[in-house]
């Protein structure tokens, strides 16, 4: 059975989804087959991010309401193919279930080595609809004081369900910020949050861009030591440092 791993943060806009897509992208390049559940109906951008959207015919709920196949509803990816995407839903509802949405991903666990969910933003349905199909999660963040205080919230309400935090992925990393001490260190706020590091994920223009992280970008190093974190294949975290001191050292 694969992993089945809840990417969430509570607050919108820290980058869940940039990070799913990349863990995704990390995971697969590594040698894992992966597959990407959008949990977020009615706000669904997984399949934007992805750059499948133009695929996409049937999707989550079909799947849930038995108008299509599981493996109909998948899409591959053109890059990776042992990259998969689950598109979500247009529409709002209380549909999918949560025991429905269990039962999809515990059969994409039958056939994939990592399950990843795309949790949406807040604490209401959706979030009970993904954390409960997850046996671990990730909780996404960035340095910002509001997006800090909701990863502490999710943290909380975590704590409740049978999901082993598998870290803290802190995102948007600016260190000249740091050094200047405008906002906290990824290492402050895994103290605070009493949270191991998972990943530090600096500032990274052309993710904004097109969602996937550059594979030999700080960003994109990142993201590959996060993976073999996840498959239990590496200990080591990204020094989100090194750009800013060479920077110093070489004046660049």
Known sequence: MG????ITS????????????????ALAAEGATVVLVDADVGLNNLDVAMGVEHKVIYDLLDVAEGKCRLRQALIRDERIDTLSVLPSAKGYGEKPGVKEMQAIVAELAKEFDFVLIDCPAGIEQGFHRAVSAAERAVVVTTPHIGAVRDADKVLGLLSVYPVTIAGLLVNRIRPDLIERGATMSPEDIARLLKTELLATVPEDDGVGIGHRAFVRSGAGEAYRLAALRLMGKGSEVYD????????????R
Do not use: C, P, S
């Open 3 to 6: 992993e089945r791993i809840v």
């Open 10 to 25: 509570g607050k919108g806009g820290v980058g869940k989804t940039t990070a799913t897509t990349n863990l995704g992208i």
């Open 240 to 251: 989100y440092r090194k750009k800013n001191l060479l920077r110093r050292i070489f004046g």
